[in-house]
């Protein structure tokens, strides 16, 4: 069992699992067995036979039960754990991980503890829950360095290096994530520094240094190949195909993104995770049935000693009622509890909505104020050059400017955040008559000022009156949206021009800038979301990625259609369709 712990290897962790496994069931041991059915399913979950990983840790757990070793049913729970984390099935992971820690800290096992805290932490991090990860993986280093264990210690920098890079401070993340490879290299850790190799390779890939990534890419995936990491192997597959893509080495990334399928659907495979579904059933049904059957050898004891000198007539006749009574009380306990369920299944249905939608609304409300703002730093720093250059005079000419933007943007605000508090479980849509040339007058006014730091020429080419019928929020915030890519994007000395003429029943509206331009490729997939996708503008603006997915959406809600026209180097005009306004229309 010891060289089973300590084996880096999942191969040989489990020949010695399985020979200690020998022993012990020729002595019945049961401790022991329960030890060697747990390192078994933990060697069976790094080498990808998650049915057989969990079927080896529900045995585990039943030996534990039976010589009532709670620490160690805690043990197999937090290893269950680990294995839903490899199929990414969050839910199932916290929930098992939640049993562990509760029983962990009752019975102030610090090492398991920690061990428990750092795989939750893990789980916040995939979850996008970075401060709650950042909280676990903390208290779970502590405790690691309190108690000198090295391993436990890397792998909490590790993955706290993780969660730096997935917040975007890839300087910090790198630094930690090559600690952690440092301190395991030590113990041919493979497991982990393959993982952590291949977030340095998602660091790369985020500088634009492909040849960096694929090289710590390459790496990751010679290292679980070696030791059959299949979660490893199927990780790093990916990222080589999406690497060799970016370099237009098309056969490469076909050849390492069938790798990733072929792993993927082996580790995913449904008939696994339906036969996974099927053992844990079983065994929670069977636990609920060894309770049932306790209480019930409990009971005919009961009835015995108080009853023994009725007459056998009676006692069958009571047992029958007590029986017949109880199927009763449980059928109305199962109704119900199904009942609960579906109250809170609908409940949890609409929390994730209300959810989504204030995580959109912070989105909207981050993105739209971060012109306005970069626009008054503008500012700030001419002010600066001038008092540094002594030019008191000229400060005079920036009052108007900053009182506009100051202005505009005490306006947005107010608006997003009215929009924001009228939303009621998804996002308000209340179509009204609006003013395409007042509408475009007010953005203009709002970009003026960054207009003026890039010296670009921002004007309307509307004249006449047009009306739409729309959500003033969602239009306002199409048009704000376009306006600032178009700015963003254009260099300076450049011209951004909004422009609308009716087409049929629908308004169009223009957005033109004499900017940079896009390929082909790019405008084909502009409109996809893409996690963690930043663009750069013509002066270093930094932007989220999440313009143009506003922008998309809030057209479709709107019933219109959006397209763009744009040549590398010479500029791009997007062009949206929204219903143009009718006196009979009311609703869509």
Known sequence: MDISDYATSPKISLEYAQKALEIASKHQHNLWQAAA????????????????????????????????????????????????????????????????????????????????????GVIYRKNHQYDSALLYLQEAETLFKKMKYDIGIAYAHGNIGLVKTSQGEYEAGHIY????????????????????????????????????????????????????????????????????????????????????????????????????????????????????????KNREVQSLVQYGLIL??????????????????????????????????EKNEALDALISTREKFFSIISHDLRAPVNALYGL?????????????????????????????????????????????????????????KETAEEVLGIFQTMAFSKNINLYSRIEQPLYIWADRNAFFTILRNLTNNALKFTPLGGEVCIDAYKEGDHVAIQVTDTGVGMSQEKMDTLFQQKENERTWGTSGEKGMGLGLQFVYEFIKLSHGSIAVDSIEGQGTTFEILLPAYKEEVKVY
């Open 312 to 345: 056998l007539l009676s006692l069958l006749l009571i047992i029958a009622l007590l029986l017949y009574g109880n199927n009763k009380l449980q059928q109305k306990a199962n109704r119900l509890l199904a009942q609960q369920k579906d109250e809170l299944y």
């Open 37 to 120: 059915w747990l390192n078994m399913g933990q060697s069976y979950k790094k080498l990808g036979d998650n049915e057989k990983a969990l079927d080896t840790m529900l045995k585990s757990i039943s030996h534990y039960q039976s010589v009532n070793s709670h620490i160690g049913v805690a043990s197999a729970y937090l290893a269950i754990g680990n294995l839903y984390t490899q199929q990414q099935n969050h839910p199932l992971a916290l929930k098992y991980f939640n049993q562990s820690i509760q029983v962990f800290r009752e019975e102030q096992d610090t090492s398991r503890l920690s061990t428990a805290l750092l795989n939750t």
């Open 177 to 296: 994530l090559t600690e952690a490879i440092d301190m395991l290299q030590q113990r041919d850790d493979h497991y982990a520094i393959a993982a952590y190799q291949l977030s340095i390779a998602k660091i790369y890939q985020e500088k634009g240094n492909t040849d960096k990534a694929i090289h710590y890419a390459l790496q990751s995936w010679d290292m679980a190949q070696q030791d059959s990491l299949m979660a490893q192997m199927r990780d790093a597959s990916q990222m080589l195909s999406e690497l060799h893509g970016q370099q237009k080495d098309y056969e490469k990334a076909f050849q390492y993104q069938s790798r990733y399928i072929a792993l993927r659907d082996s580790l995913n495979n449904e008939e696994v995770i339906r036969n996974m579904a099927d053992m844990r059933t079983e065994f929670e049904v069977s636990q609920k049935q060894a309770e049932i059957d306790l209480l019930e």
């Open 380 to 436: 700030s720093g001419l002010i600066k050059t001038y008092v540094d250059q002594k030019k008191y005079a000229t400060l005079s000419e920036l009052v108007v400017p900053i009182e506009k933007t100051a202005l505009h943007l005490s306006l947005l605000l107010d608006n997003l955040l009215s929009w924001a508090v009228n939303q009621q479980g998804g996002i308000p849509v209340k179509p009204e008559q609006l003013s395409v």
